[in-house]
């Protein structure tokens, strides 16, 4: 007698005196009512441990080993049998012991051994010469009408015939290769075999099979315990959960369902009414009358109602997953026993109560960013807030783990989300609103009261319907007045085209022209007019808009991600570019038309004021504009400002990025005008498009590889024409370009 070494038990038997034999990797036990005695078996077994455990119906108990050793406990002393040579038994683990009548069978990896306590030796070896499909014999089983059934690999379902004779059951084609590692026989003696790869196999008392899979109830076909229930379905435990058999299907059962595991290794009911199964993560009792009602249950809104014990309960270790075929035992006295990686955990149902204790949810707080607050009256979720938690708690200090929360957000979905174990509700990017967020929690099929809590995520200036109607009100306007400044210029230039074509069919008709001259004026004048006002009413939303782009990049900058900036630029930028169009517009409107007096202008001090103007930029380019002393001429200021800033801005637009800007200026006197020509060493132009550039609106190039809105040189040729002269180019794309014009002497 001594203490036990090894906390890992692989197999059980019951005893005729109704103990328990327990084996494990050193020692034999041997527990009845409150004695446990332990049998060191470590002389023995040198190293390996006990597999398979048996008791005779002498009252021996037999014991096989990993490396193939037979043990008897005999008067409570563990002796080695040595009643065979290495030629009788072939050295292999004993994957089980099972006595029937006068014999005892070893079940190994290496076939089937008969031993003859009477001649103290194994006097018969059944191999697959004598018959097996597999030397590797998986489970011996004795059936209530006494046969004994030997199933083994390779799809080897046999009965043994007067402890002489191996007689193999036919099986389906599908399980010719199919490993048999469990057994039972149902109420009406059908006989089922579990395999681990395809499934269920089932034969009636004449042989004849059916096979069962489990594919269509999305689970493996690896099944590894069986059950009966009192209407006569089979229960198959695997490791994706529990399936019952309906008709000729599988409906399946797991943690979604209230389980509290899903591996399912062994299943033992109770005299109470409850069934016992065994896992990685415990034990769990389910009431037979739930298993049952679930079964018949066609809304799929009954839970099953699983309550785990585990290592809070006083195991020494949750993990329950036995070693061989069967992996639990219920006792003559109603105890179950199972085996675990830590000795044994014994069950009395008797000392288990039927009570159902209520359960609460508590939602404690909420956060954003670094803010925590369980004040949750009120609450107002600021905008630009990506991120929000709201945590909740159900109080079990014993069993927190088997405590699975749902909960849902009404004005999202009125499905609730099942979070397990989690007690924090995740929420990313919520729009401006109202919501309500609702959840319960679940302990062993039993469900809490709703637990709520109401908030409210405010809106940037932005997203708001006032806003939304005024962005589109001021876009609806801009258009309005771009389509009325467009119609009037359009008309304008009809309407000039048919006082032209008037002037020279009513050349006689003097006073009608007059009329049709004073109308065209005032036409003009209005146009010119409208044009103001258009343009100054035009910017009015814009500047609102940029205005409000850049108050929302200064003082929200920082909650805003990459993307968010990108369109706040894009829509300054927009503004910005829909504001010079329509100075552009003004601008070219008035080309023709200033309002100053002639004077003397210096063309010198036009060209230092357009360095001064564009000193960064032309700092920037390493720029060159050469020229000598340019003549004093009597003109307007303003148009021959705008030509020469206009072409001059080309010049350094399209200057090349490798070649540093060089813009030479001259100027020639003639009888009656002064002809100016600049000329630059930038890209220069295709002559095929030398019209198109003095054309309004008119681009060579997309703007993201030069600025602008095409409307410069437009405005310059507009200028020199009101000025009395004309103006032209010559250019070599690559090399440069020159423009000319001439401006009349007054």
């Known amino acids: 007698m001594s203490e036990i070494v090894s906390p890992y038990f692989y197999d059980l038997a019951v005893s005729s005196s109704g103990g328990i034999w327990a084996a494990n990797a050193n020692s034999i036990v041997h527990a009845f009512k409150n004695k446990i005695e332990v049998f060191d078996a470590r002389e023995f077994v040198q190293g390996s441990w006990i597999t398979s455990i048996s008791e005779d119906d002498q009252g021996n108990v037999w014991a096989g080993t990993q490396n193939g050793n037979l043990l008897i406990l005999i008067n409570g002393e563990v002796l080695e049998v040595k009643a065979w040579s290495r030629k009788g038994m072939v050295t292999g683990v004993v994957l089980s012991i099972y006595g029937v009548d006068e014999y005892i069978y070893f079940a190994t990896g290496h076939g089937l051994y008969r031993y003859n306590p009477l001649l103290k030796k194994i006097d018969r070896t059944f191999t697959t010469d004598d018959g097996l499909a597999s030397n590797i014999v998986q489970a011996i089983y004795q059936d209530s009408l006494g046969i004994v059934w030997v199933t083994s690999r390779g799809g080897g379902i046999h009965r043994l015939h007067n402890h002489a004779e191996l007689e193999r059951i036919e099986v389906p084609d599908l399980f010719k290769n199919a490993e048999f590692i469990s057994i039972l026989e149902d109420s009406n003696s059908n006989m089922w075999f579990s395999t681990t790869s395809v499934g269920i196999l089932k034969l009636d008392r004449d042989d004849n099979a059916t096979a069962y899979s489990m594919y269509d109830a999305q689970s493996s076909e690896r099944v590894l315990s069986l059950y009966e229930d009192p209407e006569g379905s089979i229960w198959a435990g695997t490791n994706e959960g529990l399936l019952v058999l309906i008709g000729d299907q599988f409906k399946l059962f797991n943690r979604s369902h209230g389980l509290q595991f899903n591996g399912i290794f062994r299943m033992i009911e109770d005299n109470h009414g409850y069934l016992w199964a065994s896992g990685n993560f415990g034990i769990q009792r389910i009431k037979v009358d739930n298993l049952l009602a679930i079964k018949h249950d066609q809304t799929n809104e009954k839970r099953i109602k699983a309550r785990l014990f585990d290592m809070s309960d006083g195991m020494a270790n949750h993990e329950a997953n036995g070693g061989v075929f069967p992996a639990g ?197 209005e146009l010119e007019q409208f044009a103001f006002i258009s343009s100054h009413d035009l910017q009015e939303p814009l500047r609102m808009i940029s205005s409000f782009m850049d108050k929302l990049k200064m003082n929200y900058a920082d909650q805003l991600d990459e993307k968010a900036i990108q369109y706040i630029h894009f829509a300054s930028d927009g503004a910005k570019r829909m504001k010079q169009i329509i100075l552009d517009l003004l601008l070219y409107s008035r080309a023709n038309k200033p309002s100053e007096v002639l004077e003397v202008v210096n063309l010198n001090d036009i060209l230092s004021d357009f360095k001064q103007l564009r000193g960064k930029l032309i700092k920037e380019k390493n720029a060159e504009i050469e020229y000598e002393q340019l003549p004093e001429i009597s003109t307007h200021r303003a148009p021959i400002t705008q030509i020469f800033h206009s072409i001059l801005d080309n010049a350094l637009k399209y200057s090349k990025k490798d070649k540093t800007p060089v813009i030479k200026i001259t100027a020639v006197e003639k009888d009656k005008e002064w002809e100016f020509a600049i000329r630059d060493n930038g890209i220069g132009i295709d002559p095929q498009f030398y019209d198109k550039i003095f054309v309004i609106f008119q681009r060579l ?37 020159t423009f000319y014009f001439t401006i009349s002497k007054k």
């Open 329 to 525: 035992w219920q006792m003559d006295n109603g105890e179950i026993w199972f085996p675990t990686i830590q000795g044994i955990a014994i069950i009395n149902p008797s000392l288990f109560n039927e009570t159902e204790e209520e359960i609460e949810v508590h939602i404690l707080s909420m956060r954003f960013g670094d803010n925590e607050f369980s004040n949750l009256e009120n609450v107002s979720i600021p905008p630009g807030v990506h991120n929000l938690e709201i945590h909740f708690v159900s109080f079990d200090y014993k069993k927190p783990h088997t405590i699975n929360y749902k909960y849902r957000v009404k004005e999202l979905s009125d499905e609730w989300q099942s979070v397990g174990n989690r007690s924090i509700a995740y929420f990313t990017t919520l729009n401006p609103g109202s919501y309500t967020f609702e959840v319960k929690a679940e302990q062993f099929g039993i469900e809490s009261e709703i637990a709520s809590v109401s908030f409210a995520v405010e809106p940037f200036f932005y997203q708001t319907k006032w806003f939304a109607a005024l962005l589109l009100t001021g876009l609806f306007m801009a258009g309005y007045f771009a389509r009325l400044f467009y119609s009037k210029s359009q008309m304008g230039k009809k309407l000039k085209k048919e006082v032209d074509e008037k002037t020279k069919e009513l050349q006689e008709r003097n006073q009608t022209l007059e009329v049709l001259l004073k109308d065209l004026k005032r036409s003009n004048e």
């Open 701 to 737: 190039h997309n703007r993201e590889a030069y600025d602008g809105t095409g409307i410069g040189l437009s405005v310059a040729k507009r200028s020199v024409e009101f000025l009395g002269g004309r103006i032209w180019l010559n250019s070599k794309p690559g090399e440069g370009t």
